[in-house]
């Protein structure tokens, strides 16, 4: 997750491939396969690696034979996550697991899988690109997924107090770089 | 994880240029020859309405027309926008409604204008068992037409945009059958045209999950 994943990049890189540049097309599909992967993950627990390929997948897929549904002159990243939505919908009801969809899908809306909340993820990731790969992780780990202080530190292998020095630190010079950005 | 490399090289092989319009285009490919055959199977079968050299200069004729066109317009619009994931049906209940109660209004008009004695034929007329049935077959051209076009959209709401997709259908049905229609009352258009549009939209609200699923 090292290129900036912003609504325009991926906007850009859709109008290339619509007009049939192979190059950018392949781009966005590597880039887009790797933002599903995460967006799965997040919504899919019990979900078997195989299954989460196939949705990918199928998705991109997707993406691809119903390319003409896209309209330029709206959002690129509202339209795609349309699509791996409703993909994991229909995946959910393929198995017969209908209400469980519902029931999630309900929930996903009132956390709001909206437009802002994907740009200022997208926003996240772009600022999350210039730290080092393990102050990434700890914030991404910690921060975005929320997961607790001792299992990251055991994951990564450092001390408790030591990952939160980290973040700690992190998170200053993060605020400094967005204070001096903008 | 190596499939989907050999996926991606697969679809980057295979992209062609999208045109701008490319989804309208489709519409209007599915549509048009749909619209065509209906009327023309109207005009084979039915033959334009007996007195329509008179008909042409009522008001009534004109509005029966234009409600079924108005439906049939603003249903379409919803359907084109619903036909992308992210797209949404707009105001189209509102539209719709709307729609319907200008109809309401007229029909009271007729209503209160006309003597006790006329109400049976402007709320049954002569033909309101059958009118629902031939706005129904005059609709199925056009429901397979946007079918068709649907078929390679991406509707994330299947039910709701077959309901929608079918109350287009319908219209143009009713529209295509007005054509053909004498009765001149308002109150019979709202009741037994709105029915057989609605019995459109119920076929495509049920068909619409498993018709349009991709």
Known sequence: ?182 | MRDTDRMINDLVRDLRPVPRHALRDRFLLGLLPALAVSLLLMLAILGLRSDMREALMLPVFWIKSAYNALIALVALWATYHLARPDGAEGGFFKMGAAIVLAMAIAAAVQLVTSPPEAYGQLILGSSALHCPFLIFAFALPVFAGISWVLRKGAPANLRLTGFIAGIAAGAAGAWVYSWFCTENGMPFVLIWYSVGILVVGALGALTGPRLLRW
């Open chain 1, 1 to 182: 997750m090292t290129i900036a994943h912003s609504e325009d990049v991926l906007k850009a890189l859709m109008l290339l491939s619509l007009d049939g540049d192979e190059a950018a097309y392949r781009r966005l599909l590597t880039t887009l396969r790797v933002l599903l992967v995460g967006y799965y993950t997040r919504r899919m627990g019990a979900a078997t690696k195989a299954d989460m390929e196939d949705l990918v997948q199928e998705t991109l897929l997707s993406l691809h034979s119903r390319r003409t549904t896209y309209d330029r002159d709206r959002p690129f990243t509202a339209w795609f996550f349309s699509i791996a939505r409703y993909k994991l919908i229909d995946h959910h009801r393929g198995r017969g697991g209908r209400r469980l969809a519902e029931t999630e899908l309900g929930e996903e809306l009132e956390s709001g899988f909206s437009e802002e909340a994907l740009t200022a993820r997208l926003d996240v990731e772009r600022l999350l690109d210039g730290l080092t790969p393990r102050q990434q992780e700890l914030i991404r780990q910690v921060k975005l997924e929320g997961q607790s202080i001792s299992d990251t530190a055991d994951r990564v292998g450092q001390s408790e107090s030591a990952v939160k020095v980290s973040i700690h630190r992190t998170l200053k010079a993060l605020g400094e770089r967005m204070r001096g950005g903008s």
